[in-house]
């Protein structure tokens, strides 16, 4: 998964370990929300592209949306804020939107491929 970077080529936040204890939950928490206007999860269709959650349990997403005049642009960072907030153990959550990298079908995830019948 491409991750989003600043120009000195850093991420533009670090992505925590996959072994914190809340990380699978939180990808868990992702899988629940989906775009309207395409049947598979938010995740699988790579629209995550960063989780960080720091050592108080607090959880910072960076996402994207497969275009930028989606039409729910505006609801669904809550969406995924109210999936992920829901969790025990999740002191807070804030998710950060950005467009660069854009999208690509690249991103998604062979189950979101199969899904859609691309393979």
Do not use: K
Request: charged letters at 20%; aromatic letters at 6%.
């Amino acid at each position: 998964m491409t991750q989003p970077q600043t120009t000195e080529g850093e991420p533009l936040i670090a992505p925590s370990s996959v072994d914190h204890p809340l990380y699978e939950s939180v990808v868990e928490a992702c899988r629940t929300v989906y775009d309207p206007e395409i049947p598979v999860n938010i995740f699988d269709l790579g629209l995550i592209y960063t989780i960080a959650i720091d050592d108080t349990n607090a959880v910072r997403i960076m996402m994207t949306l497969t275009a930028p005049g989606c039409p729910v642009a505006g609801e669904m960072p809550g969406w995924v804020a109210d999936a992920v907030s829901a969790l025990a153990g999740v002191r807070q959550v804030d998710v950060d939107m950005t467009f660069q990298p854009p999208w690509g079908m690249e991103m998604m995830s062979d189950e979101a491929r199969l899904e859609l019948g691309f393979i």
